[in-house]
Every structure is written in structure tokens, then in C-alpha cells.
């Protein structure tokens, strides 16, 4: 029989649960989300979130004897079925940059990163593709489906590894554009903890007390009477932390059904907006061979969501 512990060594330091329990044991997404939900995996004997980071040193047990292990015919950790042509054509000119243990596109509207949850395929089986990479590469933050904007992904384990530590040291990270219902002028942030609720691909994030931190800090770029243009960044990652932060001030995101209220809905329809009104516009990350170098990559407005601004009052 298969060990059933894992430690975590330093190639995975920093990495999700998630993620490691798909690239050491084999498992599609679905079957790591529901061992996770179910408790039938422990860190250092105790039951973690999907997106816990591991350290170095702590060990990962399978409880759940039923569960396919590396040597025990588990499945492969491949999509359902290969990205369609059009989606690697497209990946492929995504891509913004293109190195040894690391790539960064630009993600569309509409598109999963990972496969699972009724998707056969994500954005990063999109991305291998059209690298010629045998595996997909490692996301390090992550876009909702409904998001476009800049991804940067560890195509290496190493790779990944110096992402997920620039991601901790500050050196990386995402500046989102949005609109939001209303004026909002100034500059401030949403320090309120969070909890996620529901069955996954249907989840709601809700304020709670007891929940967990989450700082979104914002700053306007043009306020308007009917809406107002913001810059984001995001202190913590949690689940549709930007959605669930700027509803529970009264300015939901235009576009957004799961947080919106009637007032935004009737904007979204007026601006004939179709999607989501939330971009990954710019990305800082070290540069290659020189840790104290940070270069700034930039993603303009996608055209459909300059339009709708441009039209509100």
C-alpha cells in the first residue's frame, strides 16, 4: 500500500493545499475539494481550507483509505478534455511575459483558471497548450471566471516557489480596476472578515465577525454621480473578497449578480454591460536574477468595459 503522509518539503513551501494535493497525489480538482471538505485530509493532524499555505516540514496525511493514491491507480491531473483550438490560439496571445520558470497572460472574461466544478477545462490546460509545457502551470493568486486581467502562473515548481515567497514579501501583486455603484471619492479600505457559504460554484461570501480577515484597500480614479472608476489592491486573497467588500459598503460592482442590489442591476442594463465590471489591470513582480528589482506590467481596459464607463452619467 501507498504512504499516506506527505511531508512538505521546501520545493512546496508557500504552495495551497489544493494545489499540493494535485500535483503530489494526482487528483483532479473535484476529488481535492471534496477529501478537503469531507475532512478526509489532515495538516499536522488537523483539518485545513483549500487555500491554507503550507510550510516546510508539516506533513499532509490522507485519512480516507478509499482515496487513490500515487502507485494506486490514481487518475491523471489532466482536464476532462483538452482546451479547444481557439482557446490555446488565445492563450497565446495572452501571454505578456514568457520565462524560463514563469509566465504571465492576460485572462479573459469568462474563463475558469482550473478545470472542475462542470469545467473540462481551465485557462492554465489553455496556457500548456499553447507552451508546449507537459503540465499546467502553477497560478499564484487567483481571478474569479468573471475577472480578466493579468495571471502570473509558476510553470516550474521553482518557479512557483519564488512567486508564492514574492507574494508573501509584498514584491508581487495585482492592482484591480473597477466600477462600482455610486460616488466614492478619496481614498480609503474595507477591513472586515469574511466567510464563505454555500456549495462550491455556488458560494456567497458574507461579513462575519468570526470569520476571516480581509483588508481591500481602494483609491478613486473618477468619481461620477451614477458610479465611480477604483484602483484596488488587495491586503488578503479571499474568495470574491473585492465583490463581497464593496457590497457590504453599498457599493457593489457593476456587472455583479451574485453581490449586486436592484440600483446597480438597473445600471448594468443600462450600460448593456454583459460582464463583470473587474480588471487585473496591472501586476508588480520581482525581476528575474535581481529579488530587489520589481518591474510593473500593464493590461489595459478590455474594450467592452471602457465603453460602459464611458456612458456613466
Avoid at 462575519?208 to 484602483?231: Q, V
Wanted: hydrophobic share 45%; glycine share 10%.
Amino acid at each position: 500500500m501507498a504512504p499516506r503522509e506527505f511531508p512538505v518539503d521546501r520545493d512546496d513551501e508557500g504552495a495551497r493545499l489544493e494545489g499540493f494535493l494535485r500535483r503530489r497525489l494526482a487528483w483532479p480538482r473535484t476529488l481535492a475539494l471534496k477529501a478537503l471538505r469531507k475532512g478526509w485530509v489532515r495538516v499536522d493532524g488537523r483539518r485545513a481550507r483549500a487555500d491554507a499555505r503550507l510550510s516546510a516540514g508539516q506533513v499532509v496525511r490522507v485519512t480516507n483509505f478509499a482515496l487513490p493514491l500515487p502507485g494506486e491507480d490514481a487518475p491523471a491531473a489532466r482536464p476532462a478534455r483538452p482546451a479547444p483550438p481557439a482557446a490555446v490560439e488565445a492563450a497565446r496571445a495572452s501571454l505578456r511575459r514568457v520565462e524560463a520558470d514563469l509566465v504571465v497572460s492576460a485572462k479573459p472574461a469568462g474563463v475558469v483558471v482550473h478545470a472542475g466544478s462542470g469545467h473540462a477545462w481551465g485557462w492554465i490546460d489553455a496556457l500548456a497548450a499553447a507552451l508546449g509545457d507537459p503540465a499546467p502551470p502553477v497560478p499564484v493568486g487567483r481571478l474569479d471566471r468573471d475577472t480578466s486581467g493579468l495571471l502570473v502562473c509558476g510553470r516550474t515548481r521553482a518557479g512557483a516557489r519564488r512567486l508564492f515567497d514574492a507574494l508573501r514579501a509584498g514584491t508581487l501583486a495585482r492592482t484591480y480596476t473597477a466600477a462600482v455603484l455610486g460616488r466614492l471619492a478619496g481614498e480609503g479600505e474595507v477591513d472586515l472578515a469574511l466567510e464563505k457559504r454555500g456549495a462550491p460554484g455556488a458560494e456567497r461570501v458574507e461579513v462575519d465577525d468570526e470569520g476571516r480577515a480581509a483588508r481591500t484597500r481602494w483609491r478613486a480614479l473618477e468619481a461620477r454621480r451614477e458610479g465611480s472608476l477604483l484602483a484596488l489592491e488587495l491586503d488578503t486573497g479571499r474568495t470574491h473578497q473585492i465583490r463581497a467588500h464593496l457590497a457590504a459598503v453599498g457599493h457593489p460592482l457593476l456587472g455583479d449578480p451574485r453581490y449586486g442590489t436592484d440600483a446597480s442591476a438597473a445600471l448594468t442594463r443600462r450600460l448593456d454591460l454583459g460582464r463583470l465590471f473587474l480588471h487585473a489591470g496591472a501586476l508588480r513582480l520581482p525581476r528575474e536574477g535581481d529579488e530587489a528589482a520589481v518591474d510593473t506590467l500593464d493590461d489595459p481596459l478590455p474594450p467592452e468595459l471602457a465603453l460602459a464607463w464611458a456612458h456613466v452619467r
